[in-house]
């Protein structure tokens, strides 16, 4: 019995290849008529589609010049329709014989949908109320040599839609809003920042040295100087440096890579901002991240609500601030202020079926129960604060509990959005840090921080008392669109290449 999957398959690829092999006879009898249209080097435009919609009591009447991709056309004898969409949205142009012109009305009947095409004409609407522009003339700007994804099988499978962005942008307007959304998403946090008086800054991505972040780094070789170099895995470690050359408020919002795997939240290259604030602590950056994240949601969106998969969290409302010593014993049960040497921790973690390693201690094993039994229930902002010195190595101490750290994660729907420390601005103590560091890279931990010496020498030189914080841009991107992947907020989300 004959598979029918298989035979529409290559009916549907037969089609394909004749419509293409039509669209470019099309275009080769142009170019031999002198009408190429990849000869057109530019076009003026006076409107977009919206624009043209929103203001139509100033614009009836009045002539008007779009250009965009034709996304449907409809042929009536004398006269015909078609939509044009460009950046904005899409509107429709009413196209008649009798003011195009004989000629140009039959070329226009050979366009096909996905050519780009410029439209000058008249604002007006149909009987049905529709705003419109019927068309003194239409300029063929680019001829599509293939057809819309919709036109042959759609464009339904998702990994399509990553690979072939160009062509979701196109057929998917709620993809392309998503990005349209971003952008204002980081223009409004830099003006945020830029009124707070922080400087942008950019540091270098190749290094010798990846530190900043607990993440295993992309290696690459540099053939000029013959020396092997790393791809940045944050951006803390540079900035640090301009503190301390004086420049007392600082942000980068970069890409930085990380050698780790792809799933819904993560992807090896991401966008991180991170920013660096002398003469405060970390309560400074909650306050700052408090303020920043109502100020985006409501310049964004409107309003300080996020909803998130049917999940409703309110910015509004001042953000819970817990210890992660009572976030742990508020869900799990378990007191680690109770618990005082790292036998008792392994014994705990052994009754509550918490796995961990030999090489981890007392703190490692309570951010192990913080994984487990804490991060699904932080849906409203959350500051959790005061997290253990094992798991902090570039964190200052509390001068009241010196095992624990002035450091907090920002949490929201389940996610860890920020990272903040009261930065580590002693050397000597800096330098212990950096060589428990070693120990643990040295017992299998590929990634803990490797010790560098220039930055050490910075300290030595003198930090300023600095708050300082990282945020994971494409997850704020994610809840303030509503997106369920990573990927769909990355234009170009790293992809399995294809044989």
């Not at 009591?57 to 009045?62: F, K, P, S, Y």
């Not at 009798?98 to 004409?121: N, P, Q, T």
């Not at 300080?304 to 508020?330: C, Q, S």
């Not at 570039?394 to 095992?403: A, G, I, V």
Request: glycine share 6%; hydrophobic share 35%.
């Amino acid at each position: 019995m004959a598979d029918n999957n298989v035979n529409i398959q290559v009916n549907n690829e037969e089609n394909f290849n004749d419509l293409v092999r039509v669209r470019r006879e099309k275009l080769k009898t142009l170019q031999e008529a002198g009408q190429d249209p990849f000869q057109i080097t530019k076009y003026d435009v006076t409107h977009h589609s919206t624009d043209i919609k929103d203001n139509y009591d100033e614009l009836e009447g009045a002539e008007v010049s779009v250009a965009g991709r034709m996304m449907s056309k409809r042929i009536m004898g004398k006269a015909s329709f078609c939509h044009v969409q460009d950046l904005k949205g899409t509107i429709q142009v009413y196209v008649a014989r009798d003011s195009l012109g004989e000629e140009h009305y039959a070329a226009f009947k050979k366009d096909d949908v996905g050519d780009i095409i410029g439209v000058k004409g008249t604002v007006f609407k149909t009987k049905t109320g529709e705003t419109s522009i019927h068309a003194t003339e239409i300029t063929l700007l680019t001829k599509g040599l293939q057809p819309l994804p919709e036109k042959f099988h759609g464009l339904t499978n998702v990994d399509q839609r990553y690979r072939q962005r160009y062509v979701d942008l196109i057929t998917n307007p709620e993809s392309k809003d998503t990005f349209i959304k971003r952008s204002k998403i980081i223009s409004t946090i830099r003006r945020f920042l830029d009124a707070q008086g922080f400087m942008e800054v950019e540091t270098p991505m190749l290094v010798s040295n990846a530190g900043g972040a607990a993440a295993r780094p992309f290696e690459t070789h540099f053939n000029a100087l013959d020396e092997d170099f790393k791809l940045r895995i944050s951006l803390e470690l540079y900035l640090k440096r301009l503190i301390v050359g004086g420049l007392e408020r600082v942000y980068e919002i970069g890409r930085v890579f990380r050698n780790e795997g792809l799933d819904t939240r993560h992807n090896p290259e991401f966008t991180l901002m991170e920013l660096y604030q002398a003469y405060t602590d970390y309560h400074g950056m909650m306050d700052l991240t408090e303020n920043m994240y109502r100020y985006v949601a409501k310049e964004v969106l409107g309003t300080t609500t996020i909803v998130y998969n049917g999940v409703e969290m309110d910015l509004g409302k001042p953000f819970e601030r817990i210890t992660m010593l009572d976030a742990v014993k508020k869900y799990s049960g378990v007191d680690f202020n109770e618990i005082k040497t790292l036998e008792e921790a392994r014994k705990v973690a052994d009754e509550h079926h918490v796995e961990y390693e030999e090489r981890h201690k007392k703190g490692d094993i309570l951010n192990l129960f913080f994984e487990a039994y804490v991060e699904e229930h932080l849906v409203q902002p959350t500051f959790v604060m005061d997290h253990p010195v094992e798991i902090s190595p570039l964190t200052k101490r509390k001068p009241d509990n010196p095992d624990y750290v002035e450091r907090f994660e920002f949490f929201m729907n389940g996610w860890e959005m920020a990272n903040a420390y009261s930065e580590l601005n002693d050397p000597i103590d800096q330098r212990e840090r950096f060589k428990a560091q070693e120990e643990q890279f040295a017992a299998g931990d590929d990634e803990a921080n490797h010790t560098d010496e220039d930055f050490l020498n910075a300290l030595e030189i003198g930090m300023p008392p600095t708050g300082g914080i990282g945020y994971g841009i494409d997850r704020m991107c994610m809840l303030l669109t509503d997106s369920a992947a990573i990927r769909d907020v990355l234009l170009f989300p790293t992809m399995k290449t294809i044989d």
